[in-house]
């Protein structure tokens, strides 16, 4: 039976959390709609919830967290979004290469790192993906080549999310033609500001500029940023994805949370029961999707690490995350065409072309029905 109420300590937990925002007050751009302000807004930002000790509570104390579990991690959340603050800048170093430090780096990448991602001081992207390497993640091309002290990263990544503004990204690379090519891989630091990379934008349908194109020619990657050991990269690439299915999700599994409420104050005097009927339908497959991911953070909480349940909440959530936003453009009727599709404006244009995209990123909807079926349900492979 799922549990669909926190524990006395965690909703403790939120209510000084709620206490520390009464008095720290959530940042907005305003008219302003520059790359700086973005940048310099979500920097100072999490400086700020860093200093209280608001980010990643779920991490060890020794390395600056507090030693809570994914659930207390997920309050954290939901109360930002309550508050309405922006998406925290360095969730991809918080949520992704963080945790897989912390389990397989080495005490020298803990001590360099860790502090730096918390406080927003480095900013992170993910270089996993290339034009011929999305849901097929092991048929990468970029290769790290070993020569004196390091490798040299020569191939090119693309959709990388945030790379024209990171600091740092975290790379699969091929080190070796083996067989199974799955086994050729491995996991590397690299230093954004080296020399040999190229950062081109793309723009979205959405007008968002999230991501891009990066190349790499000859970048000198030092042996001491390999994470685990060389050939190890495939096992790393898979935890990081798996924190990305559980925690990031649940992150954004709030944006259904604030669609909704704006559809429902927008439509509170209208009287269409079929509209109604739909409306009631989405609340509450989010209300499910909600409680589903609580569950299964619940199961979190003596450590585990997260598993291959994490694509059944993400399935979930960018499935009813894209029916709302359509269910909102609906409501919304023409008013909708001749809304703003600013990315800062929140209009219903912008939610529904930005939903789009989100069964593909982090892995396909199609690609997490594999992973259900052969990982949870014990289904044969396919071929
Ligand atoms: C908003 C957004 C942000 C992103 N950010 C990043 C990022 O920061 N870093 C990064 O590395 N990547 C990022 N990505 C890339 C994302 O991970 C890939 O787009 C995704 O894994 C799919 O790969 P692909 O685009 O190559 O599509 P393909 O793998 O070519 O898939 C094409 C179609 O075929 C289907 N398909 C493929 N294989 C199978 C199969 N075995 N069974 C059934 N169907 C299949 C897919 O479901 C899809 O419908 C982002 C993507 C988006 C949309």
């Not at 995209?357 to 029905?369: D, F, L, N, W, Y």
Request: net charge neutral.
């Amino acid at each position: 039976m799922l549990r669909l109420t926190l524990s006395k300590e965690s909703e403790e937990f939120r209510g000084r959390f709620r206490e520390w925002l009464s008095q720290h007050q959530a940042p907005g751009y305003g008219n302003d709609a520059s790359l700086e302000t973005f940048v310099r807004v979500g920097r100072e930002w999490q400086r700020s919830l860093a200093s209280g000790g608001w980010v990643g509570v779920h991490w060890p104390s020794e390395f600056g967290g507090r030693s809570l579990s994914l659930v207390e991690e997920a309050v954290i959340q939901e109360e930002l979004v309550r508050v309405q603050s922006p998406q925290l800048l360095g969730l991809f170093g918080l949520t992704m290469v963080g945790p897989v430090l912390i389990r397989h780096g080495t005490q020298t990448q803990k001590a360099r790192y860790l502090s730096k991602i918390l406080d927003a001081s480095e900013i992170w992207c993910q270089g996993f993906s290339e034009p011929g390497a999305g849901s097929d993640l092991a048929a990468i091309k970029t290769r790290a080549r070993a020569v004196d002290g390091g490798f040299l990263v020569s191939g090119q990544k693309v959709w990388t999310s945030f790379a024209h503004i990171a600091d740092w990204c975290f790379v699969l690379c091929r080190t070796s033609d083996e067989e199974q090519k799955h086994k050729g891989l491995s996991y590397l630091l690299l230093d954004m500001k080296s020399k040999g990379i190229t950062v081109r934008p793309l723009k979205q349908i959405s007008g968002d500029e999230e991501f891009n194109e990066v190349f790499f020619e000859d970048v000198f990657v030092p042996a001491e940023n390999v994470v685990g050991q060389v050939g190890d990269g495939w096992k790393i690439a898979i935890s990081t994805l798996m924190y990305e299915r559980v925690v990031l999700t649940f992150a954004r599994q709030l944006q259904s949370e604030v669609a909704l409420r704006a559809l429902i104050e927008k439509c509170q005097s209208r009287a269409d029961g079929e509209f109604k009927a739909q409306l009631a339908k989405e609340i509450s497959r989010a209300c499910a999707v909600r409680a589903l991911a609580y569950e299964h953070l619940l199961n979190y909480a003596g450590g585990k690490a997260p598993g291959p349940e994490g694509s059944l909440d993400k399935l979930f959530w960018s499935e009813s995350f894209q029916s709302i936003a359509k269910l909102s453009l609906k409501a919304s009727g023409i008013d909708a065409a001749r809304g703003e599709l600013d990315p800062q404006s929140g209009s219903e244009a912008h939610r529904y072309l930005y939903s789009r995209g989100r069964s593909i990123a982090a892995g396909t909807s199609e690609i997490q029905r594999n992973i259900i079926a052969e990982r949870i349900l014990g289904l044969p492979k396919q071929g």
